[in-house]
């Protein structure tokens, strides 16, 4: 199973931008898909943006179109999220996850590999 490990939170002032890396480890035939999710206290996890490994496909939660872009290094085993135009929602803590083929990406209880996460904080 990958290993995986989140980087780059922190707290920023609205509007402003952070970037967020995970890290890899490991390999795994069953990882088709990386995502990144959120959870705010009180709130479920959702999914804001996957990719397709391989492929290179990307699929966006609607409230971070525009705003966020996912990308992945393949020399770093690492996957990215640029998060520009923060917003006090954006706050949560956020988590890489890996997954298989035959899943939904933004269907968290699909993916197979989690992160510890990372907190992201808009002041």
């Known amino acids: 199973q990958v290993q995986l490990r989140e980087s780059g939170g922190g707290a920023v002032q609205s509007g402003g931008s952070l970037r967020l890396s995970c890290a890899a480890s490991g390999y795994s035939f069953s990882t088709y898909y990386m995502g990144w999710f959120r959870q705010a206290p009180g709130k479920e996890r959702e999914g804001v943006a996957a990719?397709?490994?391989?492929?290179?496909?990307?699929y966006y939660a609607d409230s971070v179109k525009g705003r966020f872009t996912i990308s992945q290094d393949n020399a770093k085993n690492t996957l990215y999220l640029q998060m520009n135009s923060l917003k006090p929602e954006d706050s949560a803590q956020y988590y890489c996850?890996?997954?298989?083929?035959?899943?939904?990406?933004?269907?968290?209880?699909?993916?197979?590999?989690w992160g510890q996460g990372t907190q992201v904080t808009d002041l």
């Open positions: 990719l397709y490994t391989g492929v290179g496909t990307t």
């Open positions: 996850a890996a997954g298989g083929s035959w899943i939904r990406w933004d269907h968290a209880n699909q993916y197979t590999s």
